[in-house]
């Protein structure tokens, strides 16, 4: 006899993510890919360079499970030259296969069976599937267009006995916008009293205009109950090497290491050879990222400052809103599909990063992490709609 086995889903809501499907409908049609947040033109030759000598000279074997001690020293290094702040290599960064995985760590490793989650909406669509597979239950406070700063009177009346985490994420994916230090400020108090923890995703931390971006880096109370979460994908234009690490105190590393382990164990060694080799020889490589994007953002926004599109404040990230409600009244997912379709541009609909997103509301999301021939041809075709 044939039993026939259900599979109960841990994630029913969750499907192929849009940016995979953009990106695949975009090379069927053919259509310039501004969707996808990674970049078209090449990483610096000098550490390409670097990973091929690091493979071919051997070191092709496990990594300690913490990251190579070289390049926790660097990233040691790194941090104390940028924010000011001294970390233990050894107690207080852990490497780890793409700031996902970090994020993934941490989350697993605090939250609890009915904890709750604050996330801040619009957010990156990795955050509640890990939080529902930990147990957890994410509530919302909704960042307004359109410059999408935090309502920390809303945020507090969230908090609740129950909160255990706050996910924060600056510069802002998909907004673009950038915490201050008066946001830092507000988010403390409003949980000093509490057992509540921080989880701050600066994967763009690099990549901010005009005034600097704030980290939690920077704040002498947060960090001593936060994990700061960075990339080296968005830091150095290699989004394929999956290489990111997270930055917590002691106690909270020793948890997120428990779950580490057991999740990728340790990161490509050459790579984070590569890496480590590249920070020592060029300690200022990640100094000029914020006026590299700045000229990529400004050609992307003079091509489109005549359209009909409303272009939203842009403060950091490689992410530029736009506001197409003179252009259609169709909802963003399928005015997406249709500008692929029709005008041969793939964009992200900003609804995506929504539980609920606001009532017709008509924003895309473009990256501009391109060659500026590949932002200039897409402008050229969005401005004439």
């Known amino acids: 006899m044939t039993i026939a086995s259900v599979l109960i889903s841990k994630l029913p809501s969750v499907g192929t993510t849009i940016f ?21 033109f090449p990483p610096d030759s000098r550490l390409l360079e670097r990973a091929s000598q690091a493979i071919l000279t051997g070191n092709n074997q496990y990594s300690p499970m913490t990251g190579l001690p070289m390049l926790r020293e660097a990233i040691a290094r790194l941090i ?28 697993a490793a605090l939250v609890h069976d009915g904890d709750e989650v604050i996330l801040f909406d619009p957010a990156y669509d990795l955050y509640e599937p890990a939080v ?25 009346e969230l908090l609740t006995d129950k909160t255990r985490l706050v996910i924060i994420n600056t510069p802002h994916n998909p ?17 000093a009293q509490r057992d509540i923890y921080v989880l701050s995703d600066e994967v763009y931390e690099f990549i901010h205009f005009g005034k ?18 960075s990339s080296f994908g968005k830091s150095f234009h290699l989004t394929g090497w999956k290489v990111g690490y997270i930055v917590a105190p002691k106690a ?7 779950v580490h382990q057991f999740v990728s164990f340790c990161t490509a060694t050459p790579l984070q050879q590569a890496l ?17 994007y700045q000229q990529k953002r400004d050609v992307l926004r003079n091509a489109l400052a ?38 041969g541009v793939a964009a992200i609909p900003v609804s995506v990063f929504y539980q609920q997103p606001p009532t017709n509301q008509r924003l895309i999301r473009l990256c501009f992490a391109k060659e500026e021939s590949t932002l200039l041809d897409a402008a050229q075709r969005l401005a004439r709609l």
């Open 306 to 343: 005549d359209s009909r599109f409303t272009l939203l404040p842009c403060t950091g990230t490689y992410f530029q809103l736009l506001d197409y409600s003179e252009i259609s009244d169709l909802d963003d997912v399928a005015f997406c599909e249709w500008l692929i379709d029709q005008v």
């Open 175 to 191: 907004t673009g916008s950038c915490w201050l230090e008066e946001d830092l400020e507000s988010l403390w108090q409003a949980i």
């Open 20 to 40: 995979t499907k953009m990106s695949a409908l975009a090379a069927e049609k053919g259509a310039i890919n501004l969707s996808q947040g990674f970049p078209d």
């Open 212 to 229: 600097s971006a704030v980290s939690v880096h920077q704040h002498p109370e947060l960090i001593k109950r936060s994990l700061v979460v």
């Open 80 to 107: 104390e030259g940028h924010y000011g702040r001294k970390v233990n290599s050894n107690d207080d960064i852990t490497v780890t296969s793409g700031a996902s995985e970090a994020i993934f760590d941490a989350i």
């Open 276 to 292: 480590a080799e590249h920070l020592m020889a060029e300690p200022e490589a990640s100094a000029g990222l914020s006026g590299f």
């Open 252 to 258: 909270l590393t020793v948890e997120l290491r428990k």
């Open 132 to 156: 529902t597979l930990a147990g957890g239950v994410c509530r919302r406070v909704i960042l307004k267009a359109p410059d999408f700063r935090p309502d920390w009177q809303a945020f507090s």
